[in-house]
């Protein structure tokens, strides 16, 4: 087992253990399932639906979908914001194999198995020290300069469709005087 499982017994009263989403019998080995598990373990939802978007493993389809119905969970069962989410704990416990046997040789057989997993998904609210530490950061890079240059952008959508109607109308104008002249 690889990364940290919630230990129930010693939570702490009135904490939120977080919120849960489990796929079960996926037909993944778990440990390929745990490579993914590894690489978004500990960051932010929308951060690790990116990262996840772009790994090219088949068990990275997979835990994208569990991740999104966790946080689906939390945002519709326990009215939480999608954004104040982190990964709290992941892990991928191996299922039921699949026997399978391949003719060999002289009338033997190789076995095949097909492993299965039980992936888990754990989502729970940052806490505000790193909500502030994230906002920080995000602007740090560049988030104010962000919302300024969005803001200049939609000004600029805004001018562009106002001069489209101009154009329209001047255009409508033009085309009204040359049916007048032509009767």
């Known amino acids: 087992m690889t990364g940290p499982k919630l230990n129930e017994a010693t939570r702490v009263a ?9 796929a079960r019998f996926a037909r993944l080995s778990p440990s390929k399932v745990r490579v993914v598990l590894n690489l978004v373990r500990g960051m932010d939802v929308r951060s690790a639906d ?8 088949d068990s990275a389809h997979i835990v994208r979908k569990l ?3 966790a946080v689906a969970n939390a945002t ?6 999608a ?7 992941c892990y991928a416990d191996g299922g039921p194999t699949l026997k399978r046997f391949r003719p060999r040789a002289k009338g033997s057989s190789a076995a095949i198995f097909k492993r299965t997993s ?13 909500l ?10 560049g988030g104010a300069d962000a919302a ?4 200049r952008v939609e000004a600029s959508r805004a001018r562009a469709q106002k001069s489209k109607q101009a154009s329209e109308k001047a255009e409508a104008s033009t085309d009204a005087d040359r049916e007048a002249t032509e009767k």
């Open 50 to 57: 990116n990262l996840l978007r772009l790994t090219e493993r």
């Open 118 to 130: 039980h992936v888990t998904i754990v989502v729970d609210k940052l806490s505000e020290a790193a």
């Open 67 to 69: 991740l999104a119905s």
């Open 14 to 22: 009135d904490a939120s253990s977080g919120f849960r989403a489990s």
């Open 148 to 151: 300024k240059r969005r803001s």
């Open 132 to 141: 502030a530490a994230r906002d920080s950061q995000s602007e740090s890079r």
């Open 83 to 89: 954004d104040e989410l982190y990964i709290k704990a």
């Open 76 to 81: 519709n069962n326990f009215q939480q914001n």
